[in-house]
């Protein structure tokens, strides 16, 4: 790719990510050229969908969320693994309204753009998941599509201007149904980010 070509397609996706934040990811294409100022013809030529952009704009993260979770694995026990790249999920997708639905569906369609990098991002949730039920920290009755359910929820809770002053309380909330520690303190303190 030209240098030229290349300045505008980072410029085309800094815009994006700034009007996606604003606005969700249903945001029309139209207008994200006009706040780029570039035209829609070079907008679908760099990204010819919503959804190609989309995944080139949210590549990044999900790399670094799934890296986050190996770092998180092979560093901290298992519970406080699984708590804190739950809290980094959630936290991740209020960023960008909506995205957890056009993840959800992206998991379903193995057409989608995105869905490679979903899979693998919940893949990575779910190996944390896995490891804190083999330690006896988890109920075994959840799986990573569960996992990628609540984180789901918790996004879509804190995306409501009622709920988002909850959310703190709803994650802790949602740590000690998740964990199974025998005290009952394990959770909350993780859940709380202590």
């Not at 901290?76 to 309204?97: D, H, K, P, S």
């Not at 193995?110 to 990098?117: I, M, N, T």
């Not at 879509?156 to 949602?174: K, N």
């Not at 199974?180 to 859940?191: F, I, K, L, N, Y």
Request: aromatic share 4%.
């Amino acid at each position: 790719m030209r240098a030229d070509a290349r300045r505008n397609r980072d410029h085309v996706l800094a815009v994006a990510g700034d009007v996606v934040s604003e606005q969700g990811v249903d945001v029309s294409m139209r207008d994200i050229a006009r706040r780029a100022d570039v035209g829609l013809a070079t907008l679908l030529r760099h990204f010819p969908t919503r959804e190609a952009l989309l995944e080139a704009l949210l590549h990044t993260s999900f790399h670094e969320l799934t890296a986050r979770a190996a770092e998180l694995e092979a560093s901290e026990a298992a519970e406080g693994a699984l708590v804190a790249w739950v809290r980094q999920c959630v936290a991740w997708t209020t960023e960008y309204r909506g995205v957890t639905v056009l993840m959800a569906a992206a998991i379903e369609d193995p057409e989608s753009a995105l869905h490679v990098s979903c899979t693998t991002l919940r893949a990575a949730g779910a190996r944390l998941l896995t490891r804190a039920q083999a330690a006896g920290l988890a109920r075994a009755d959840l799986d990573g599509d569960d996992l990628f359910a609540l984180i789901a929820m918790l996004a879509w809770a804190g995306d409501q201007p009622a709920l988002a002053p909850r959310a703190d309380h709803l994650f802790a909330v949602l740590a000690d149904a998740i964990l199974t520690g025998t005290d009952g303190t394990r959770s909350r303190s993780a859940g709380d980010g202590k």
